[in-house]
Every structure is written in structure tokens, then in C-alpha cells.
């Protein structure tokens, strides 16, 4: 039987539902961790961050109108479709992180659950975050958590595929979107994440991928006067005074560092990630006959 | 429709009132104070002090420590050494200290109150019926939760964050330190207060009230000072929390000054509320709600409702029944108990409310201001209204922090949202209409932290108050306002 040449996929950026190549025109080599070649990502830009929170702004406010429950099957849809490409993110995380065939599919495993888990959330954390208020006096006083709006995400460097998820998936599951530079160095899996959401109901714009250098692009994303919120996650051990400066100058909400790359094995004990995410509104009526 | 002249006129005639003063003899002001700290009132290390004056008649009222960086060094490492000793004390005990200081609190409520007037220059019916009772409220809410705190929502045994820096404004003085030091005390931290330096004396007052209740020393701290003493506070390295209620640009600075600290920050800034009034409004109800929403304290209040958005059709009705219910309204001497108005809080306010005014005129609005006398001495400025104003008016855009209301136009709900939601604030709004349906859509699409439909300017301690976009960050308040001082357990641990 005759041998069968590969065919290579080119990957792109994932930008308002699209897979647009960097603006710039630039790659970069991306090599598995003993130094082979893999694939030429794209190179982000400044450009290319300034569309992308054009996109997620324009895609916010239907995304969060959209009913919890319908957020919640859109988000157990990426699962489904993630599920049936089980092979091909186990493969392309096994090359990325150099772990085995059998570790990679447990993290993939453990990526399709985490969809599963906040999916869950969806019709859930405004209840358990809200609270009807007892005032002094004849009034009705409710208070909800609401998303913020357009998030700025940096991705954890090292988990590749699960990190990334348990950036995006709180984040959005509210009722943000999100712009999200991923892991420099190991980006394959995001892609091909990129391609599970376009399939998979998730409105174009809601997540908007990335893939570049983090250094170049997070100060970009950090000042961008249109982005309400970031998480520095993927900064994580590193010095971002320079990137919260800059957040400051419209009081984004800021996820701090932490100082060493969470485990993100299990999921968290709450939807803590959820509500970095959502403004407290109360609102107050009179009651009366 | 020719709304101007179908309004019958039944309430204008003018009544002369008798005056009634507030006694001001149930407090006595010490000529001069020293800064609190360690449970004790101590000179300042560099000696120096300013004067805090009452805004309604410019009277001296008292000398005032004037902190330094030494001074903040030093409440700093009163509050760090107490915190050992107030975090371990059981959250029953903590939350029985609490008790007394609301009790106490109730007990002294007229003599704040006519402290508060006299430094404040708001009226005494606001000192006596608002701040000073629910500043009492915010310490008794908050004193329950001290053992409770298992269910505030961060987790079972939540920790306590350490040494609280927290600087207030002048336009709630005793207010706005039950805000910052009830939670941040019964959570278990330890705080150094800052108010504003035109309105120190009800926190010196307040010290008074810590060494009634025997608080431990160094738990709460107070210094005085302007914005040099509040940036040496912020800028201390061994502060654990940084709560500041204030100015949109000085909260920019304060989350910059802490980047990459791992600080934790809440900032409760500055608004441009919108006041909305559909035609199906209750008129009547809606009109003392537009006067509460930006005349109460003298329209110093960050979330007023300094836009008034009325639907087209009712526009001319509204804006002339405005004006007729504000012909009844009474300025004057602020310890007068029929007083509506008081005093502007300082001449620099004064000032500045005047120029924002004079760009409105100059922008093309038109003016209306109050007919009254005003005391010839003190910092006063009439309740004022401006009609076609356009969009992107600077008073229609920027905090006047001052009795200034701005009136625009809209016809349907969803220009209404979308004028109420173009300004980067985004602390309160309001929203007027007998529609149930309507109501709860609006409040679905307003981005403020607070919506008040058929009210406004509504505070409880059970109630969470804080801003979206450029308002800041953080709630105060409820349930909520709790995790402002509270970290998960697991978080270093």
C-alpha cells in the first residue's frame, strides 16, 4: 500500500466566529518539546487584539440576553463536540505538553468535564451569589450578579488545552465574552478548541482566540480602554505591576497572578472564577397596596 | 401639550416658618485635637494642625491634627499589633464590641448629629434622621455577622485580610466610616481610618465612642489630614486592604499605586446617575423622588440623580411641577429643623460647582435657579435646573457633585437605557413608571450597580451598594460587602 502524505492544517486565529490569519502577516514556529517542528502559528497584533475586542463587545449583549439555560446547553454542546474529537486534542495535547497518549486523554477527559461542570453553573450561580435583602422598611431589595462585560484572559503557558477551558468557560458561562491570548508556546490545542466553539452554538464573538507572543500582547489587551475586566493567569510567577498600571486606567476588574500556575485538575471549590467576573446590581422597589 | 398652565396651584403660597433651631449646646467641641492612635489621642510627630470650619457660617470650629508619614507609620503598627489579638478573639466577642459601639452610637445620635451639621453644613433633619441612625444600623447589621461568617460565602472559616487602610469623603463623614469600619471590624481586621479633612469631627467623636466601648487599643485607628496624609496612607507598605470612597481620578491613582502589590482594593468613586420618568409615571411621587434624588445633602452624594431622562411627552409637565415643588424648598441655617437646603461643604466646592455650572450656560442649556436669599456668610448655591441640555454637555457627562440637575429628553425605553448607560459611570440610576414589566426590563439593561425604581437614594445595611464601569468596584453592604475583608481559607494556607 502506497505511503499517504499528511495534510497539514494551517492554524489561524479565532476572531468574531472566523479564522482569520494575523492581519500582520506573521508566524512563528511552534516546535513539541523536544524541538520539532509542528506547525507555523499565527502571529497576533495589536491590530488583530483591537478586532477581536470589536468582535466580543458586539457579541456580549446577545450572549448575556440569551437565557441561562440556553447559555448552559450552548456550553454542554462545546463538550459534546469536543467529545467526538476526543483523538485528535488528545494527540495534539500529548505533542504540545509531552505527556503520554494515555495522560493526554485523561486531560482532554478532564477538559470535556470541565465544560460539563460550568455548564452547570449557568442557571445556578446567580442564585447562589444573589440575595433577596431584608431593609428597614417597605421595600422589595434584590440583589444579582450580572457579567461584566468584555474580559481580557490570559492563558496559563503550561496546560495547554485544560487551562485554557477553565480560563474561558467561567467567563463566559455569565454572560461575557472574551478575548483570550493563549499559552505562547503551546497553542495547537487552542486552535483546534477554536473549532469545536465555532460548531458548537457559541455565538461568533463570544470567545475570541488569540495566539502569539504574551509579552506583546498583554499589555494590549491590559490598556484597551474598551475591555472592562482581565485575568493574568497565564502571568503566573511573574511581575504584571506594569499590566495592572495600565488596567487602571479605565478601574478594570483585575484576577490577579497567582504566584505559581494553578493545578487545574479538579475543578474549584465554587464558582469563585464565575464571580470575578459579575458586577453586584440591587435593585429596590416600594411595596404598597 | 400645554402642560405650563394646568397645574393648579395649591401649595405655593408662601408660609412663614418660626425658627427652630437644633440646640447646639448638647455637644461641646474641644478646641483642638490630637490623632487617634493605640486607643489614645496623641500629638502628631511633625507638630502640625489645620482648622475645620462650619461651611454654613465659616466659624472656626476646632484645631485638627495634621498627620504625617510618621503619624500613618505609626496607626499602621498600632492596627498590625492589635490584629493578632482582635483576628483570634472569638467572632462572638468581636460582634458584642460592635453591639456596644451601635449602642453607644444611638445613645450620642443628637450630639453627632449637631456635630455633624455644624461640620458639614447639611441640614440637621438629614444629620438627625439619616446618617446618624443608619451609621448606628451599619455597626448593629454588622456585629451579627462577626460569627456568622461561615455563611458570607467565601467557604467555611474564611480569614480575616489584616490591616485595613480606609480613606472617606466628606459628604456622609460618620456615615461612611460605619461603612468601612463595622464590616472590616467584624470580619477581624484591624483599620486606620482617614476622613475627609473638611469634616473630621465626627470620627474624632467616634474615637471617643472606641474608648467608651473599650475597644482594644490599635483596632481602630483615626487620622487627620488632606489628600497628602490619604497618599502616605495608601502608599503604606504594610497595609493588607486599601477601601477608599472618593474622586473616579484619585481611585485610578489608588489601583495604580497598588499594582503588582497583590494588594486588595475596593473603591466606591464617583456617578452620573440618570433619573428616568416615563409618561405613566406616578407624576406626584416621581417629583419628590427627582428633588430627594439630587437636592438631598446638597446634591453631594456620589450616586445623585443629577440626570432627570423624562419621556418627550411629559417633559414641559415635569420640569414645571419641579419647579413649583422646589419653590416650597427652605435654605438656610442647617440647624434649623424646617431647613431642606444646607451649605455647599467648602469653598472649593463651591467653586467648582460654580464653573461646571457656568459651562452649561455657556454650552447652550438653560438656566433656572432657585429664588431665595442666601445667608450672607457661608458657602451656599441655589438648587439650580438646566433644560436642553444636550447630550454631550459636560454637565450632562461630568460629576457636579452639587444641587445641579440636569434635564434630557427621550421617547422610547431603549433610548432611554441607551442615554442612561453613555457616561463611563455607572454607580445608580432610577427608574420611574407604573409598568411592572417595564420596570424590571429597565433594570434588566442599566448598567449601575444600584437601580431604584419608584425610589431613590434608598441606603440599608443589608443592602449592597457599589458601582459598575468607572464607579469602581466592590460592594458595601449586605452579604455582599462582607468578602471586601474576608479571603477564602484555603488562600495561603
Same mark, same amino acid.
Given at each position: 500500500?502506497?505511503t499517504?502524505?499528511?495534510v497539514n492544517k494551517?492554524?489561524k486565529l479565532?476572531?468574531g466566529?472566523a479564522?482569520p490569519?494575523?492581519?500582520?502577516?506573521? =508566524?512563528?514556529?511552534?516546535?513539541? =518539546?523536544?524541538g520539532?517542528?509542528?506547525?507555523?502559528?499565527?502571529?497576533?497584533?495589536?491590530?488583530?487584539?483591537?478586532?477581536?475586542?470589536?468582535a466580543?463587545?458586539?457579541?456580549?449583549?446577545g450572549w448575556?440576553?440569551?437565557?441561562? %439555560?440556553?447559555r &448552559?446547553?450552548?456550553l454542554y454542546?462545546?463538550?459534546?463536540?469536543?467529545?467526538?474529537r476526543?483523538?485528535?486534542?488528545?494527540?495534539?495535547?500529548?505533542?504540545s505538553?509531552?505527556?503520554?497518549s494515555?495522560?493526554?486523554?485523561?486531560?482532554?477527559d478532564a477538559a470535556?468535564?470541565?465544560?460539563?461542570? %460550568?455548564a452547570?453553573?449557568s442557571?445556578?450561580?446567580?442564585?447562589v451569589? &444573589?440575595?433577596?435583602?431584608?431593609?428597614?422598611?417597605p421595600?422589595f431589595?434584590?440583589s444579582?450578579?450580572?457579567?461584566t462585560?468584555?474580559?481580557?484572559?490570559?492563558a496559563p503557558?503550561?496546560?495547554?488545552?485544560?487551562g485554557?477551558?477553565?480560563?474561558?468557560?467561567?467567563?463566559?458561562?455569565? &454572560?461575557?465574552s472574551?478575548?483570550?491570548?493563549?499559552s505562547?508556546?503551546?497553542?495547537l490545542p487552542?486552535?483546534?478548541?477554536?473549532?469545536?466553539l465555532a460548531?458548537s452554538d457559541?455565538p461568533?464573538g463570544?470567545?475570541?482566540?488569540? =495566539?502569539?507572543?504574551?509579552?506583546?500582547?498583554?499589555?494590549?489587551?491590559?490598556?484597551?480602554?474598551?475591555?472592562?475586566?482581565i485575568?493574568?493567569? &497565564?502571568?503566573?510567577?511573574?511581575d504584571?505591576t506594569?499590566?495592572?498600571?495600565?488596567?487602571?486606567?479605565?478601574l478594570?476588574?483585575?484576577?490577579a497572578t497567582?504566584?505559581?500556575?494553578?493545578?487545574?485538575?479538579?475543578?474549584?471549590?465554587g464558582?469563585?472564577?464565575?464571580?470575578a467576573?459579575?458586577?453586584?446590581?440591587?435593585?429596590?422597589?416600594?411595596?404598597g397596596? | 401639550?400645554t402642560?405650563?398652565?394646568?397645574?393648579?396651584d395649591l401649595?405655593t403660597?408662601?408660609?412663614?416658618?418660626?425658627?427652630?433651631?437644633?440646640?447646639?449646646?448638647?455637644?461641646?467641641?474641644?478646641p483642638?485635637?490630637g490623632?487617634?492612635i493605640?486607643?489614645?489621642f496623641?500629638?502628631?510627630a #511633625?507638630g502640625?494642625s489645620?482648622?475645620?470650619?462650619s461651611?454654613?457660617?465659616?466659624?472656626h470650629?476646632?484645631?485638627v491634627?495634621?498627620?504625617?508619614?510618621?503619624?500613618v507609620?505609626?496607626?499602621?503598627a498600632?492596627?498590625?499589633?492589635?490584629?493578632?489579638?482582635?483576628s483570634?478573639?472569638?467572632?462572638?466577642?468581636r460582634?458584642?464590641?460592635?453591639?456596644?459601639?451601635a449602642?453607644?452610637l444611638q445613645?450620642?445620635a443628637?450630639?453627632?448629629?449637631?456635630?455633624e451639621t455644624?461640620?458639614?453644613?447639611?441640614?440637621?433633619?438629614?444629620?438627625?434622621?439619616?446618617?446618624?441612625?443608619?451609621?448606628?444600623?451599619?455597626?448593629?447589621?454588622?456585629?451579627?455577622?462577626? #460569627?456568622?461568617?461561615?455563611w458570607?460565602g467565601?467557604?467555611?472559616?474564611?480569614?480575616?485580610?489584616?490591616?485595613?487602610?480606609?480613606?472617606i469623603?466628606?459628604n456622609?463623614?460618620?456615615?461612611?466610616?460605619?461603612?468601612?469600619?463595622a464590616p472590616a471590624?467584624a470580619c477581624?481586621n484591624?483599620?486606620?481610618?482617614?476622613p475627609a479633612e473638611?469634616?473630621?469631627l465626627t470620627?474624632?467623636?467616634?474615637?471617643?465612642?472606641c474608648?467608651?466601648?473599650?475597644?482594644?487599643?490599635?483596632?481602630?485607628?483615626?487620622?487627620?489630614?488632606?489628600?497628602e496624609?490619604?497618599?502616605?496612607?495608601?502608599?503604606?507598605d504594610?497595609?493588607?486592604k486599601?477601601a477608599?470612597?472618593?474622586?473616579t481620578?484619585?481611585?485610578k491613582?489608588?489601583q495604580?499605586?497598588?499594582?503588582g502589590?497583590g494588594?486588595?482594593?475596593?473603591?466606591e468613586?464617583?456617578?452620573?446617575?440618570?433619573?428616568?420618568v416615563?409618561?405613566d409615571?406616578?407624576?406626584?411621587?416621581?417629583?419628590?423622588?427627582i428633588?430627594?434624588?439630587?437636592?438631598?445633602n446638597?446634591?453631594?452624594? *456620589? *450616586?445623585?440623580?443629577?440626570r432627570?431622562?423624562?419621556?418627550?411627552n411629559?417633559?414641559?409637565l415635569?420640569?414645571d411641577?419641579l419647579?413649583?415643588?422646589?419653590?416650597t424648598?427652605r435654605l438656610?441655617?442647617?440647624?434649623?429643623?424646617?431647613?431642606d437646603v444646607?451649605?455647599?461643604?467648602?469653598?472649593a466646592?463651591?467653586?467648582r460647582?460654580?464653573?461646571?455650572?457656568d459651562t452649561?450656560?455657556a454650552?447652550g442649556a438653560?438656566?433656572?435657579?432657585?429664588? *431665595?436669599?442666601l445667608?450672607?456668610?457661608?458657602?451656599?448655591?441655589?438648587?439650580t435646573?438646566?433644560?436642553?441640555v444636550?447630550?454631550?454637555?459636560?454637565?450632562?457627562?461630568?460629576e457636579?457633585?452639587?444641587p445641579?440637575?440636569s434635564v434630557l429628553?427621550f421617547?422610547?425605553?431603549?433610548?432611554?437605557?441607551?442615554k442612561?448607560?453613555n457616561?463611563?459611570?455607572?454607580?445608580?440610576?432610577?427608574?420611574w413608571?407604573?409598568?411592572?414589566?417595564?420596570?424590571?426590563?429597565?433594570a434588566?439593561?442599566?448598567r449601575?450597580?444600584?437601580?431604584?425604581?419608584?425610589t431613590?437614594?434608598?441606603?440599608?445595611?443589608?443592602?449592597?451598594?457599589?458601582?459598575?464601569?468607572e464607579s469602581?468596584?466592590g460592594r458595601?453592604?449586605?452579604?455582599?460587602?462582607l468578602?471586601?475583608?474576608l479571603?477564602?481559607?484555603?488562600?495561603?494556607?
Amino acid at each position: 500500500m502506497a505511503t499517504r502524505l499528511d495534510v497539514n492544517k494551517t492554524y489561524k486565529l479565532y476572531v468574531g466566529g472566523a479564522f482569520p490569519r494575523s492581519e500582520s502577516g506573521r =508566524t512563528y514556529e511552534i516546535a513539541d =518539546t523536544k524541538g520539532r517542528f509542528l506547525a507555523n502559528a499565527a502571529q497576533a497584533s495589536r491590530k488583530d487584539v483591537r478586532d477581536a475586542v470589536t468582535a466580543a463587545r458586539k457579541a456580549q449583549p446577545g450572549w448575556a440576553a440569551a437565557t441561562a %439555560y440556553n447559555r &448552559g446547553q450552548v456550553l454542554y454542546r462545546v463538550a459534546e463536540i469536543m467529545e467526538g474529537r476526543r483523538e485528535q486534542f488528545t494527540g495534539e495535547v500529548a505533542v504540545s505538553e509531552d505527556l503520554s497518549s494515555r495522560n493526554a486523554a485523561a486531560v482532554v477527559d478532564a477538559a470535556i468535564d470541565r465544560w460539563v461542570w %460550568y455548564a452547570g453553573w449557568s442557571d445556578k450561580f446567580a442564585q447562589v451569589a &444573589g440575595a433577596a435583602n431584608p431593609v428597614a422598611g417597605p421595600y422589595f431589595n434584590l440583589s444579582v450578579p450580572e457579567p461584566t462585560g468584555v474580559v481580557g484572559a490570559l492563558a496559563p503557558q503550561s496546560s495547554s488545552l485544560l487551562g485554557l477551558i477553565e480560563v474561558l468557560a467561567p467567563i463566559i458561562v455569565s &454572560g461575557n465574552s472574551v478575548v483570550a491570548v493563549t499559552s505562547q508556546d503551546r497553542p495547537l490545542p487552542a486552535i483546534t478548541l477554536a473549532e469545536a466553539l465555532a460548531t458548537s452554538d457559541l455565538p461568533g464573538g463570544v470567545v475570541n482566540l488569540l =495566539t502569539g507572543q504574551t509579552d506583546e500582547l498583554a499589555p494590549i489587551l491590559a490598556g484597551h480602554l474598551d475591555v472592562d475586566a482581565i485575568d493574568l493567569t &497565564g502571568m503566573a510567577g511573574r511581575d504584571t505591576t506594569d499590566l495592572e498600571v495600565l488596567a487602571a486606567e479605565n478601574l478594570k476588574r483585575v484576577l490577579a497572578t497567582p504566584d505559581t500556575e494553578p493545578d487545574v485538575t479538579d475543578p474549584p471549590a465554587g464558582p469563585r472564577r464565575i464571580l470575578a467576573f459579575c458586577e453586584t446590581k440591587t435593585v429596590w422597589h416600594p411595596k404598597g397596596r | 401639550m400645554t402642560a405650563t398652565s394646568s397645574v393648579p396651584d395649591l401649595i405655593t403660597p408662601t408660609w412663614e416658618y418660626a425658627p427652630a433651631p437644633e440646640a447646639r449646646d448638647v455637644v461641646t467641641i474641644r478646641p483642638s485635637h490630637g490623632l487617634f492612635i493605640g486607643g489614645e489621642f496623641v500629638d502628631p510627630a #511633625d507638630g502640625g494642625s489645620f482648622a475645620t470650619i462650619s461651611p454654613s457660617t465659616e466659624e472656626h470650629l476646632a484645631e485638627v491634627a495634621l498627620a504625617g508619614p510618621r503619624d500613618v507609620d505609626r496607626a499602621v503598627a498600632a492596627a498590625r499589633k492589635a490584629f493578632t489579638g482582635w483576628s483570634k478573639l472569638s467572632g462572638t466577642e468581636r460582634g458584642k464590641y460592635l453591639y456596644r459601639i451601635a449602642r453607644l452610637l444611638q445613645e450620642r445620635a443628637r450630639e453627632f448629629a449637631v456635630l455633624e451639621t455644624l461640620d458639614n453644613g447639611k441640614p440637621i433633619r438629614e444629620t438627625r434622621d439619616v446618617d446618624i441612625p443608619t451609621a448606628a444600623a451599619f455597626f448593629f447589621y454588622h456585629a451579627g455577622w462577626a #460569627d456568622k461568617l461561615d455563611w458570607a460565602g467565601l467557604g467555611p472559616n474564611p480569614r480575616s485580610l489584616g490591616v485595613a487602610g480606609q480613606i472617606i469623603p466628606w459628604n456622609f463623614p460618620l456615615l461612611m466610616l460605619s461603612w468601612k469600619v463595622a464590616p472590616a471590624l467584624a470580619c477581624g481586621n484591624t483599620v486606620v481610618l482617614k476622613p475627609a479633612e473638611t469634616t473630621p469631627l465626627t470620627a474624632l467623636l467616634f474615637a471617643e465612642v472606641c474608648q467608651q466601648a473599650d475597644l482594644p487599643p490599635g483596632v481602630v485607628s483615626i487620622i487627620t489630614g488632606a489628600g497628602e496624609t490619604g497618599a502616605a496612607l495608601t502608599a503604606h507598605d504594610d497595609l493588607d486592604k486599601i477601601a477608599f470612597t472618593g474622586s473616579t481620578a484619585v481611585g485610578k491613582s489608588i489601583q495604580r499605586q497598588v499594582a503588582g502589590s497583590g494588594r486588595r482594593v475596593t473603591l466606591e468613586l464617583g456617578g452620573k446617575a440618570a433619573n428616568i420618568v416615563f409618561d405613566d409615571a406616578p407624576i406626584d411621587q416621581a417629583i419628590e423622588g427627582i428633588i430627594d434624588g439630587i437636592f438631598f445633602n446638597q446634591g453631594h452624594v *456620589c *450616586c445623585a440623580g443629577s440626570r432627570l431622562l423624562v419621556q418627550e411627552n411629559v417633559h414641559d409637565l415635569v420640569v414645571d411641577r419641579l419647579k413649583q415643588r422646589l419653590g416650597t424648598l427652605r435654605l438656610g441655617d442647617p440647624l434649623d429643623k424646617n431647613t431642606d437646603v444646607g451649605a455647599v461643604n467648602s469653598a472649593a466646592q463651591l467653586e467648582r460647582i460654580t464653573a461646571l455650572t457656568d459651562t452649561g450656560e455657556a454650552e447652550g442649556a438653560t438656566r433656572w435657579e432657585l429664588d *431665595c436669599p442666601l445667608p450672607e456668610r457661608g458657602f451656599w448655591f441655589r438648587p439650580t435646573v438646566f433644560t436642553d441640555v444636550g447630550q454631550s454637555s459636560r454637565i450632562a457627562q461630568e460629576e457636579i457633585f452639587g444641587p445641579v440637575l440636569s434635564v434630557l429628553s427621550f421617547r422610547t425605553p431603549d433610548e432611554a437605557v441607551a442615554k442612561a448607560n453613555n457616561t463611563p459611570y455607572g454607580l445608580s440610576a432610577g427608574v420611574w413608571t407604573e409598568k411592572g414589566s417595564r420596570i424590571l426590563w429597565m433594570a434588566d439593561h442599566l448598567r449601575a450597580g444600584v437601580v431604584w425604581a419608584n425610589t431613590f437614594n434608598r441606603f440599608d445595611p443589608t443592602s449592597p451598594f457599589g458601582g459598575y464601569k468607572e464607579s469602581g468596584f466592590g460592594r458595601e453592604g449586605g452579604r455582599h460587602g462582607l468578602a471586601a475583608y474576608l479571603e477564602p481559607a484555603e488562600v495561603d494556607a
